[in-house]
């Protein structure tokens, strides 16, 4: 079977999972944003990492749906009030929650989110204790802190390299690392193994988001899904504005993307970038190292390379 | 000792955990609007009824702080969420969140308070299993449902007394339920003493709420924290609303709260309401009586009468 292949049948394990989630109810105003940014089908990556960790390490696919839903609906939480707070009008190609209701029910909609990501995490069979629960806690207050560090950098001209990554690994890459933490915890696995899905997770998730930043300007839109340039517009730090500053030594004001593009060009900052991810991504590889040689393991490392090399 | 010292003794107790949960952290945006509103202090119903049904179930206070700060957090998190929605900008006598600060920091100040919720109830020392996490997940989405029909109420002119209760049920009786239940459990008293807290919050909550629909027409807008009339100036369905379409068969446009009162008692629907809160508070006490006699149990009886005489 292919790698693609074997990725669709997860991808459709989740799609169904996720489309059986709202319950029969009379309430539509709740029911309905919630349904449709669930149904927006983006990359899937926290829930596949949850099912492939879990499966290389043991695991068990009906109990791994489980967890793999919960990242995902977590996921969605952090969109729908993150578009808000950005002003996003648009994710993954249609209109966001705020947009096409409104604002009350795109924060209602994203509080539902993540309601439902705690049933569902806490409906996982086979786990009885509270150490989920409490990672996933512990998670979901990372990627707020995170948020609120991305939204005070907005205003701060100068942020180091330092500052920039603490607020990614906060923000998107401890949800990677909890993935396939979780995958590993419901497969029972053994300590080691648990620990070492947690650091493939965190360096996956910081070389993936320093990749998201290059695509921000780089990307082609209608892949995208999102506008092209749109963090800069909001005066975000990516990796290619705090590398600007640090070789440069003041900030520099872009008017476009085009001049953008010459300055990276001529700073070689698009270099140091590439050779930042492609370490992250080693790094991740070779925490791989300790799980059992197995067709899902295989699966795994190939879908570390999907990431890499995606385009949106 | 009095009840009101005994209150204070537990009310001084909440304070201190709330004061002291957040971290010595560099991210005072993410922080600073949280600690705005935990100590903007309101009436603490839901963490003392925590508190004092779990030591008359013969519960430990230090075990149960943890659950009864859970709820105040939740609590705090749906007035800051709500309080957008609403469009509210007095909270407990002082600017809300989002006045205050901006849209997007409370936004994730609701959020955060929402992690840190779970943060306390998943450390109750002595529960080691999953039901307190599952009930306060399930208490969680219903207040959101409750949320979404009370808002979608403001679009229709008729609602029903059973639409309004199953409102206020969901978004405000289940919360207090809850807050009793956790009390028990904490105290692991036996299921039907559980059962029985569950039944009595369930209707204090109930009655509570239709009480404060009362004082926000009635009430002295001093001691109230917030407007007179501001859940009408909303087109909130209240039950005086909701009793005055009952009696008069149409609904009825209201200009002023002078002019409400004036046909309030000329439909005799305040004495009606008056009879619906004493039947609630009654059968809250009633289910009280599978209570062991103690002091907290006498404790629970007179807390029960105060927030029914309360002015705000």
Known sequence: MSINTQLDYFRQKINQAIKAIPPQ???????EPINYINTLTGKQIRPL??????????????????PATAVELLHNFTLVHDDIMDNDDLRRGKPTVHVKWDLGTAILAGDGLLGLA???????????????AKLFTEAMLEICEGQALDKSFENIGQVTRGDYLMMIRKKTAMLISLSCQLGGITAHTGEPVVQALADFGMNLGLGFQIQDDLLDIYAD????????GSDLAMHKKTIVNVLL????????????IS????????????????????DYFSQAKRALS??????????????????KDREK
């Open 25 to 31: 109810d009379k309430n539509p105003l709740f029911y």
């Open 49 to 66: 990492l949850t099912i492939i960790t879990g499966l290389a390490a043991g695991g068990n696919i009906d109990h791994l749906i489980f």
């Open 118 to 132: 705690y049933r569902k995490l806490l409906g996982t069979p086979g786990i009885d204790d509270l150490r989920m």
């Open 221 to 228: 839109e209608s892949k995208l899904g999102k506008r092209v």
């Open 245 to 256: 500053l640090e070789k440069s030594g003041f900030p520099i004001n872009i008017f476009s």
């Open 259 to 278: 001049d953008l593009k010459k300055l990276l060009k001529e700073k070689d900052v698009i270099d140091e970038i590439r050779l930042m991810i492609d």
């Open 290 to 307: 300790i799980l059992p040689a197995n067709e899902f393991t295989t699966l795994l490392a190939a879908l570390t390379d999907d990431i």
